[in-house]
Nanobody, 114 residues
């Protein structure tokens, strides 16, 4: 059974940092990504990482602030978020890349106060 469990969200002030984690189970190692969905908006891509961590890419609005990484031994993908802004407030999800509709987890809420 496929399961993606995100954790690490919370409330942080502008300029603060958080590190999200996503534990995956039920499928083989693959390219992974983080996505986010702000209230009233479509879910959007944030950052992606290849199956072995060799290739990483970022959406423009997080480039230079966020770092995606993974630990395949622990089936975990991370998103280190620095210099957070109020516009980063959203529910953050991980999924394969490209995402599989049936794989979405519950996400983790990130709230950045101004």
């Amino acid at each position: 059974q496929v399961q993606l469990v995100e954790d690490g969200g919370g409330l942080v002030q502008t300029g603060g940092s958080l590190t999200l984690s996503c534990v995956a189970s039920g499928f083989s190692i693959s390219d992974m990504a983080w996505f986010r969905q702000a209230q009233g908006r479509e879910r959007e891509f944030v950052a992606g990482i290849s199956w072995n961590g060799g290739v990483r890419n970022y959406e423009g609005f997080v480039k230079g602030r966020f770092i995606i990484s993974r630990d395949n031994d622990k089936n975990t993908v991370f998103l280190q978020m620095n210099s957070l802004k109020p516009e980063d407030t959203a529910v953050y999800y991980c999924n394969r890349r490209p995402p599989i509709p049936g794989y979405w987890g519950q996400g983790t809420q990130v709230t950045v106060s101004s």
